[in-house]
């Protein structure tokens, strides 16, 4: 590959738009469910998953399920996005915000923080 090549790749990447949303984190042996929102839901699997492999999530409950149960068995799941495009960072925390409760109310989960 031609290093024109790896920078357009590189440039096309940072270029995308962020996918913001709710996401869940379940548990397949125990059933639990936990969810969050996030302005990043691509890099948040990748950080969540750090966080719990290496024993520094600071949410102890869920913490203690991934050891408990390891990694195969939790899945990450995206349960809704935002479609419009924010006015502001405010409007943005607002709306992510009132998603996350909406799915934690439908979902019976608990949250990822906390």
């Known amino acids: 590959m031609s290093n024109e090549r790896k920078r357009q ?3 096309e990447y940072k270029e995308r738009p962020n996918r ?3 996401y869940a984190v ?3 042996p125990t059933g639990q469910i936990w969810a969050s929102s996030s302005p990043t839901l691509d890099s948040q699997e990748n950080s969540l998953w750090f966080q719990l492999r290496t024993g520094g999530h600071p949410n102890r409950e869920l913490q203690t399920a991934w050891t408990q149960h390891g990694d195969a068995a939790f899945s990450y799941d995206i349960v ?3 479609a419009d495009e924010p006015e502001s960072a405010y409007a943005l925390r607002a709306d992510l915000k009132a998603l996350e409760d909406e799915w934690r109310e439908k979902l019976g989960a608990r949250k990822v923080t906390g």
């Open 9 to 11: 790749l590189v440039r």
């Open 80 to 82: 809704a996005e935002l």
């Open 20 to 22: 913001r949303g709710v």
């Open 26 to 28: 379940r548990c397949a």
